[in-house]
């Protein structure tokens, strides 16, 4: 009877020690992977934080470089541009060789010279000019915008700049609206980019703004075709104004750490460079 105690306790000793092993081997299994996640989250934050800082480092030297500062481009609109540019890029929308981006501030009076041609392989602004807004979207300022037809008001977001051909307003550009909801319609709506003769110092000093068009970003005569010669053959265009509504897939920054890399050499990335 002693004996048959003696062994069931043993058992249960045994079965205790087993039990507190494999518990002890879990835990530790268990704490080693948390740890291990933990660290790679932590490399991870690590390297999207340098993938920023380089970004960053790179769109301030190319707008120093460029002087954009002193012909009035707005630094966040700009950076807003160049996170566009490489989503686009990274989303194959334009073209492999592409270097150069059009932005349009609609946050300026049309008195002003609102629209920026800069090539980021040079670092290198190609032209700085007057552009219309549509007569929907407001007198000297534009302050509505609508991608409906009819509306005759200028559309937001990202275009990519297609073929030309010669219409009533002579040799224009088609674009293509890149954002649902803010600039999609905009083929159907015949937005593109033409010359108008109420793009011209002559219009602001009479009228104190420019012409307006039916929601194309016009230009003057006199550099329309320098203009579309620069951004033809899939190139971004961009159209900026302070408007709460629009959103785009192409703005986000996060995209960028996957493809991010100078213009200059694509073979150089700036993700590699920065570890």
């Known amino acids: 009877m002693i004996k048959t105690i003696n062994g069931h306790m043993k058992r249960k000793f045994w079965l205790a020690i087993t039990l507190l092993v494999i518990l002890?081997?879990?835990i530790i299994s268990s704490r080693s992977a948390t740890v291990k996640n933990a660290a790679m989250a932590t490399k991870k934050e690590a390297k999207a934080a340098v993938v920023h800082s380089a970004f960053e480092n790179y769109v301030a030297d190319v707008y120093q470089t460029a002087g954009l500062k002193a012909v009035g481009m707005d630094y966040e609109v700009f950076q807003k541009a160049v996170v566009g540019y490489y989503n686009l890029k990274d989303n194959e929308k334009l073209s492999p060789t592409s270097t150069v981006v059009t932005v349009i501030d609609f946050n300026k009076a049309s008195s002003q010279k609102r629209?920026?041609?800069?090539?980021?392989?040079?670092?290198?602004?190609l032209l700085n000019t007057w552009v219309a807004h549509g007569e929907g979207s407001g007198n000297d300022m534009a302050t509505?915008?609508?991608d409906k037809a009819d509306s005759h008001q200028s559309s937001l977001g990202f275009y990519v700049t297609?073929?030309?051909?010669?219409?009533k307003h002579g040799r224009s550009l088609r674009l293509n609206g890149m954002d649902a909801g803010f600039n999609s319609n905009a083929r159907a709506r015949s937005v593109v980019l033409h010359a108008a003769n109420y793009v011209c110092e002559n219009t602001i000093k009479q009228l104190g703004r420019l012409g307006r068009s039916f929601g194309c970003p016009a230009v003057s005569p006199e550099v329309s075709n320098h203009i579309i010669d620069l951004i033809k053959?899939?190139?971004?265009?961009?159209?900026s104004a302070n408007?709460?509504?629009?959103t785009s897939k192409y703005l986000n920054e996060g995209i960028i750490a996957n493809s991010f890399a100078a213009p200059s050499d694509s073979s150089v990335q700036l993700t590699k460079a920065g570890m």
């Open 162 to 167: 297609d073929d030309i051909y010669y219409g």
């Open 24 to 26: 002890t081997s879990a």
């Open 144 to 146: 509505q915008f609508s």
């Open 243 to 246: 408007v709460n509504s629009y």
């Open 115 to 125: 629209m920026w041609i800069i090539d980021l392989l040079k670092k290198q602004l």
């Open 233 to 239: 053959g899939k190139n971004m265009l961009f159209i």
